[in-house]
């Protein structure tokens, strides 16, 4: 049902693009994230990433439930769930961003920056990332890597683990995304 609606949310918000040829759904995408410590390294996965791309208008929005994070430890699930993203309360993250200057009928591998939204916390700010787009006859595969500042989403970490717990949160993506079809 959560995958239903956040397919629905991903479409409406594309409701005015261009043709669906020109649109590409990726429906297991990957995001994972690293936070180095002092006292032992945050690694966590989320393999149900959705995300559309928008070929003609340059355009690609992602969604993702929090609680789709895969941890090592149980314990680190339900500590990043319930005292740090507060799950119950912003049960999803989302971009939505252009592509700039990307160039759709260039086979091969391209570097272009994304520019967009990324919503987290339910706050959103302005990044940029640099991202590897390859076409491969006709399907894109998108990947990248960026930071994100903890507090730049207000999320609180406790002064007695503030020196446990990175400041800057290291996250990848990779996206293999196919024709959209109804």
Do not use: W
Request: with cysteine; charged share 25%; hydrophobic share 40%.
């Amino acid at each position: 049902m959560n995958k239903i609606l956040s397919l629905l949310v991903l479409c409406i918000s594309f409701a005015n693009l261009g043709s669906k040829k020109d649109q590409y759904i990726a429906r297991q995408g990957q995001v994972t994230f690293f936070s180095y410590t002092s006292v032992e390294n945050i690694e966590a996965k989320n393999n149900q990433v959705l995300s559309i791309l928008d070929i003609d208008k340059q355009e690609i929005a992602i969604s993702m439930l929090m609680r789709a994070f895969v941890f090592k430890k149980d314990l680190m699930y339900e500590h990043f769930n319930e005292s740090y993203i507060e799950s119950d309360l912003y049960p999803k993250a989302n971009f939505e961003g252009k592509i700039i200057d990307f160039d759709a009928s260039k086979k091969g591998v391209q570097t272009k920056i994304i520019r967009g939204n990324l919503t987290i916390h339910g706050i959103s700010k302005k990044i940029e990332i640099k991202s590897t787009i390859e076409n491969t006859n006709g399907n894109y595969t998108i990947l990248g890597k960026f930071d994100a500042s903890v507090t730049d989403f207000q999320i609180k970490i406790p002064p007695i683990l503030s020196s446990n717990i990175a400041k800057t949160i290291s996250i990848q993506f990779k996206f293999q995304y196919q024709p959209y079809d109804e």
